[in-house]
């Protein structure tokens, strides 16, 4: 069940607001160069977007399914998206749902992974990993995958950037994801402060490339999706462990994380930090 917190003639309103920003400045104007028309246009419709898909999305989550529980109606032409809710794997595809807008169009299966059910492989994911879609009668994986298929197949703001530099950049950094996480992951084994250090540098002299934005191709796109469940995680845990902000002395860094808290569709795919200190603690300081 999605509600989501709106005004009867919100449709009709939403339509003429869209036509009020973009529509051409006087030619008697002489305030603005054709550059800056088009600039200033771009901004107001981005801005536009940027309202529309943060209204507040009040979602009832469903209780995981777990050894005892039935399948769903399996390939019945919905759309589920099975994931776990302390999975980060599974919440950059989450996060893609929400800010598309696809609360109704795309269904949650939560699974719970420590008791999860047999039909899961059997009927579902082979691999039976988080996360998952199903589609047009058929299973898609792997997270990164995914958030390219669900913006590149369902409605929604697009989060793939347009500028061909961004587009070049952004592959060079969902490139480095898996190099990001293993870096501060290994460091859990020795001295974790000073071995994780550059992979927070790396995100700070990142977010410095594009100057339109504090996200990390300037405006938010499906790279910030990738990193933010991974940073929110070592946010926690490093403050919790060693008692060590990564955000310190890192003023980019900061800002990012600031303003990916204020995105709604972020919000409700945070896990507990309790949660992820236990499971961090049981998964990385057990094998020490």
């Given at each position: 069940?999605?509600?989501?917190?709106?005004?009867?003639?919100?449709?009709t309103?939403?339509?003429?607001?869209?036509?009020?920003?973009?529509?051409?400045?006087?030619?008697?104007?002489?305030y603005?160069s054709?550059?800056?028309?088009?600039?200033?246009?771009?901004?107001c419709?981005?801005?536009?977007?940027?309202?529309?898909?943060?209204k507040?999305?009040n979602?009832?989550?469903?209780?995981?399914?777990?050894?005892?529980?039935?399948?769903?109606?399996?390939?019945?032409?919905?759309?589920?998206?099975?994931?776990?809710?302390?999975?980060?794997?599974?919440?950059?595809?989450?996060?893609t749902?929400?800010?598309?807008?696809?609360?109704?169009?795309?269904?949650?299966?939560?699974?719970?992974?420590?008791?999860?059910?047999?039909?899961?492989?059997?009927?579902?994911?082979?691999?039976?990993?988080?996360?998952?879609?199903?589609?047009?009668?058929?299973i898609?994986?792997?997270?990164?995958?995914?958030?390219?298929?669900?913006?590149?197949?369902?409605?929604?703001?697009?989060?793939?950037?347009?500028?061909?530099?961004?587009?070049?950049?952004?592959?060079?950094?969902?490139?480095?994801?898996?190099?990001f996480?293993k870096?501060?992951?290994?460091?859990?084994?020795g001295?974790?402060?000073?071995?994780?250090?550059p992979?927070?540098?790396?995100?700070?002299?990142v977010?410095?490339?594009?100057?339109?934005?504090?996200?990390l191709?300037?405006?938010?796109?499906?790279?910030?999706?990738?990193?933010?469940?991974?940073?929110?995680?070592?946010?926690v845990?490093?403050?919790?462990?060693?008692?060590?902000?990564?955000?310190?002395?890192?003023?980019?860094?900061?800002?990012?994380?600031?303003?990916?808290?204020?995105?709604?569709?972020?919000?409700?795919?945070?896990v507990?930090?309790?949660v992820?200190?236990?499971?961090?603690?049981?998964?990385f300081?057990?094998?020490?």
């Amino acid at each position: 069940m999605v509600e989501v917190s709106t005004s009867p003639n919100e449709g009709t309103h939403n339509r003429a607001a869209i036509k009020a920003l973009v529509r051409p400045i006087s030619p008697d104007h002489k305030y603005y160069s054709d550059h800056e028309e088009v600039a200033l246009n771009r901004k107001c419709v981005f801005e536009f977007i940027s309202f529309i898909t943060s209204k507040t999305v009040n979602e009832h989550l469903p209780t995981p399914l777990d050894a005892t529980s039935e399948p769903p109606p399996l390939f019945d032409g919905t759309t589920r998206l099975y994931i776990n809710y302390a999975c980060p794997f599974a919440q950059r595809v989450w996060i893609t749902r929400n800010y598309k807008g696809l609360h109704d169009k795309i269904k949650l299966v939560p699974i719970n992974l420590q008791n999860r059910p047999a039909w899961y492989k059997e009927k579902v994911h082979h691999e039976n990993k988080v996360p998952a879609l199903e589609h047009n009668g058929k299973i898609i994986g792997e997270s990164l995958d995914l958030i390219k298929y669900v913006d590149s197949n369902f409605e929604g703001p697009s989060l793939l950037p347009d500028d061909p530099a961004k587009k070049e950049f952004a592959e060079e950094l969902i490139a480095y994801t898996d190099t990001f996480n293993k870096t501060v992951y290994t460091s859990f084994k020795g001295d974790t402060v000073k071995e994780a250090g550059p992979a927070f540098d790396h995100l700070e002299n990142v977010l410095h490339k594009f100057d339109d934005g504090p996200f990390l191709l300037g405006q938010f796109s499906f790279v910030d999706i990738a990193y933010i469940p991974f940073v929110e995680r070592f946010q926690v845990f490093f403050s919790a462990v060693w008692n060590y902000d990564i955000t310190t002395g890192r003023p980019k860094l900061t800002r990012w994380i600031e303003e990916l808290n204020k995105i709604d569709a972020y919000k409700p795919t945070k896990v507990d930090a309790k949660v992820v200190i236990e499971s961090y603690k049981a998964r990385f300081q057990a094998q020490q």
